[in-house]
């Protein structure tokens, strides 16, 4: 299956913000990040990652146009993954 067009940027992506967010801590116990450059919804952007998704493009993680473009991705797929979660707890049925 040949994959083409935003959807092959976004799946990288998603998958260093699904990674990131593996845990098994909650979020108030979590200790945050100290190289945090940005939040969405609490949920932190770390310096890390931004370098991790210029890699996985084969972008140079050292251009701060580049480094700019893919905070932006990211706040993006961190808000649209934000939001599914957010949803998936509405449809999940109550446990009495």
């Known amino acids: 299956m040949k994959v083409s067009g935003p959807i092959r940027l976004l799946i990288p ?13 909650d979020e108030a116990s979590q200790a945050q990040p100290v190289d945090a450059v940005a939040r969405v ?3 932190a952007i770390t310096s890390a990652m931004i370098d991790r998704h210029l890699q996985s493009r084969g972008r140079d993680p050292q251009q701060a146009e580049q480094r700019e473009a893919a905070l932006e991705e990211l706040i993006r797929v961190q808000a649209v993954a934000n939001k599914a ?9 109550e446990v009495a």
């Open 85 to 93: 979660r957010r949803e998936d707890q509405h449809l999940q049925p």
């Open 13 to 25: 992506a998603l998958l260093v913000i699904g990674l990131s967010a593996c845990g098994g801590a």
């Open 41 to 43: 919804d609490g949920v």
